[in-house]
């Protein structure tokens, strides 16, 4: 089992920044990649961007390409996910999910562990 715990939620004015972090702990030894997923209220849960955690490549939803950023701190076996220029659309429950397999990142059943959530609400 892993476990993963996010933080760094918050509020934020639209144009600011905010970094999420994601602790694992448990069988980090066999995690393929880390992603983050987000849930905006009345709406599925979608895709952010990954990492692949061996290797570092990573992937994003054209609608966080070019202000999020997704990173890995191997040592501490915790993810990150910058966020800038954030958007009222941004706003939503923010998820850091693990898998232990390769193939489609996008789709949130194809991770094996998942994080309780933090809030972002980005106001105009």
């Known amino acids: 089992q892993v476990q993963l715990v996010e933080s760094g939620g918050g509020l934020v004015q639209a144009g600011g920044s905010l970094r999420l972090s994601c602790a694992a702990s448990g069988r980090t030894f066999s995690t393929y990649a880390m992603g983050w997923f987000r849930q905006a209220p009345g709406k599925e849960r979608e895709f952010v961007a990954v990492?692949?955690?061996?290797?570092?490549?990573?992937y994003y939803a054209d609608s966080v390409k070019g202000r999020f950023t997704i990173s890995r701190d191997n040592a501490k076996n915790t993810v990150y996910l910058q966020m800038n220029n954030l958007k009222p659309e941004d706003t939503a429950v923010y998820y850091c999910a693990s898998r232990d397999y390769s193939g489609n990142y996008y789709y949130p059943n194809q991770y094996n562990y998942w994080g309780q959530g933090t809030q972002v609400t980005v106001s105009s």
């Open positions: 990492i692949r955690w061996s290797v570092g490549t990573t």
